[in-house]
T-cell receptor, first 116, second 120 residues
Framework: AQSVTQLGSHVSVSEGALVLLRCNYSSSVPPYLFWYVQYPNQGLQLLLKYTTGATLVKGINGFEAEFKKSETSFHLTKPSAHMSDAAEYFC??????????????FGQGTTLQVKP | NAGVTQTPKFRVLKTGQSMTLLCAQDMNHEYMYWYRQDPGMGLRLIHY???????AKGEVPDGYNVSRLKKQNFLLGLESAAPSQTSVYFC???????????????????FGDGTRLSIL
């Protein structure tokens, strides 16, 4: 069965510092990979996704993530944190295959705090 | 374009009461999903639908029922609410065919803003 682990339920960085949020998956076949962001009292928004091709994926708001098959990882990074990046971030996977129903398996979430 | 709209946004129920949460999407998506979000557990799939008139169980279906009589609407029902069902509920929709290679599994899901449900 697929599973997703996000290391660190809370991450705190200073404004302008590097953001690194970790995500590892467990799957016999590399899945499709997603990062979502949730701002307070809102739903989830897609940041970026990896389906195929280039393993470094760029998303919105300056975020990017790199798929590393050998490490079964899909870590999210941003070179310079902004106060507006404070939110909860979810890594999710979806099983490949045309018969799949698109069900997502989510990690536990990581709350990003940005200090001035 | 409203996207995915959930009603109500907040609700407080007493144990044993019933209620229905409504999800409506205007993107002509085929697939719709209901999740619950609990602290430290991410989002867990309750039920989902792959098209009008179809529903299927997800990871945590017990105590919930769903219906999708119209393509744009997906209803989640609690027949007899329990305190363990206190949670934030999210609806999501996905997938319109856009060409060869498009599969629901590689399409993003679009989420509503959630319904915060407390059961006393």
């Amino acid at each position: 069965a697929q599973s997703v682990t996000q290391l660190g339920s809370h991450v705190s960085v200073s404004e302008g510092a590097l953001v690194l949020l970790r995500c590892n998956y467990s799957s016999s076949v590399p899945p499709y990979l997603f990062w979502y962001v949730q701002y307070p009292n809102q739903g989830l928004q897609l940041l970026l996704k990896y389906t195929t091709g280039a393993t470094l994926v760029k998303g919105i708001n300056g975020f990017e993530a790199e798929f590393k098959k050998s490490e079964t990882s899909f870590h999210l990074t941003k070179p310079s944190a902004h106060m507006s990046d404070a939110a909860e971030y979810f890594c999710a996977v979806s099983k490949r295959g045309s018969s799949n129903t698109g069900k997502l398996i989510f990690g536990q979430g990581t709350t990003l705090q940005v200090k001035p | 374009n409203a996207g995915v709209t959930q009603t109500p946004k907040f609700r407080v129920l007493k144990t044993g009461q019933s209620m229905t949460l409504l999800c409506a999407q205007d993107m002509n998506h085929e697939y719709m999903y209901w999740y619950r979000q609990d602290p430290g557990m991410g989002l867990r799939l309750i039920h989902y639908s792959v098209g009008e008139g179809t529903t299927a169980k997800g990871e945590v279906p017990d105590g919930y029922n769903v219906s999708r009589l119209k393509k744009q609407n997906f209803l989640l029902g609690l027949e007899s609410a329990a305190p363990s069902q206190t949670s934030v509920y999210f609806c999501a929709s996905s997938y319109s065919f856009t060409g060869q290679g498009t599969h629901v599994s590689n399409q993003p899901q679009h989420f509503g803003d959630g319904t915060r449900l407390s059961i006393l």
